[in-house]
């Protein structure tokens, strides 16, 4: 399955809205797409509060040279959040304990807890697949199809 041809509820991955705010990354082309699918018709393009969250220690953190200011994180993902036809999702107790859940199931540890947060979202808001750079994080989850945007 390709990008481009999505339809239905889709969630997109911190890592996707991080380059769709760094102009100068050579993923941003491709990570501006992938929001864009928010206008095409049959397709509901969704993030969690969890991934705006997670972008600000990432922006603003030195994995992103030169580091955004606090001022230029907050304003990026306050933007991002503020896109029309791009639905905010809340983060539960019930997730969380959905999550911790599959963790024990799965035997998940340490910060992957993370992925499994967003897998309980999807089940919960029957999103089956979700857009990330790191689909094998999501590999072999029922239910769940990751799709990496910049291969």
């Known amino acids: 399955m390709r990008v481009e041809r999505l339809t239905g509820r889709v969630l997109v991955d911190t890592n996707v809205?991080?380059?769709a705010t760094l102009a100068a990354d050579p993923r941003h082309r491709q990570a501006l797409e992938v929001?864009?699918?928010?206008?095409?018709?049959g397709v509901e393009l969704m993030v969690s509060v969890q991934?705006?969250?997670?972008m600000y220690p990432n922006l603003t953190g030195p994995?992103?040279?030169?580091?955004?200011?606090?001022?230029?994180?907050?304003?990026?993902?306050?933007?991002?959040?503020?896109l029309r036809g791009l639905t905010v999702l809340p983060l539960t107790l019930?997730?969380?304990?959905?999550?911790?859940?599959?963790?024990?199931?799965h035997r998940i540890t340490r910060q992957h807890y993370f992925d499994y947060q967003l897998v309980a979202l999807m089940r919960r808001e029957d999103i089956p697949v979700i857009v990330t750079e790191n689909d094998k994080d999501f590999a072999g989850i029922d239910g769940i199809?990751?799709?990496?945007p910049f291969h």
């Open 35 to 41: 929001l864009t699918l928010r206008r095409q018709p």
């Open 51 to 54: 991934n705006l969250a997670e």
């Open 94 to 105: 019930e997730s969380v304990h959905s999550a911790l859940d599959l963790c024990v199931e």
């Open 145 to 148: 199809t990751a799709l990496n």
């Open 17 to 19: 809205l991080i380059y």
């Open 63 to 82: 994995r992103n040279q030169p580091p955004d200011s606090p001022e230029v994180a907050r304003d990026k993902i306050r933007s991002l959040s503020r």
